[in-house]
């Protein structure tokens, strides 16, 4: 099955990398692409708790989905997931 997520925080390709090696680490998700013009992550997962599981990773990775609250903490973990992700490139 397909699930696109729409996630705050995203700002360039560095988040965009992080998020993408990050969510292909979990295994049952696949195609994972990430759409930084519209904040969105798309994926495949096979059952409905890798969905679960996907925005679980996109939290603690400091991206949260739109519904969720955007702390401080919360951007302070995306910077350093952003500048992780512009490193490793």
């Known amino acids: 099955m397909k699930s696109s997520i ?4 995203l700002k360039c390709d560095g988040c965009a990398h992080t998020i993408t ?3 292909k680490e979990l295994s049952s998700i696949s195609n994972v692409n990430v ?13 409905e708790i890798d969905a679960i599981r996907v925005k ?3 939290k603690k990775l ?7 609250t955007n702390s ?4 302070a973990k995306s ?3 952003c500048a992780s ?3 490793s490139k």
């Open 6 to 9: 729409h996630i705050q925080n």
């Open 21 to 23: 090696t990050k969510l």
């Open 35 to 47: 759409n930084v013009n519209d904040h969105k992550v798309t994926f495949n997962y096979t059952d």
């Open 56 to 58: 679980e990773k996109l």
């Open 62 to 68: 400091g991206y949260p989905s739109i519904e969720k």
């Open 72 to 75: 401080l903490a919360m951007k």
């Open 79 to 81: 910077f350093v997931s």
């Open 85 to 87: 992700g512009k490193l």
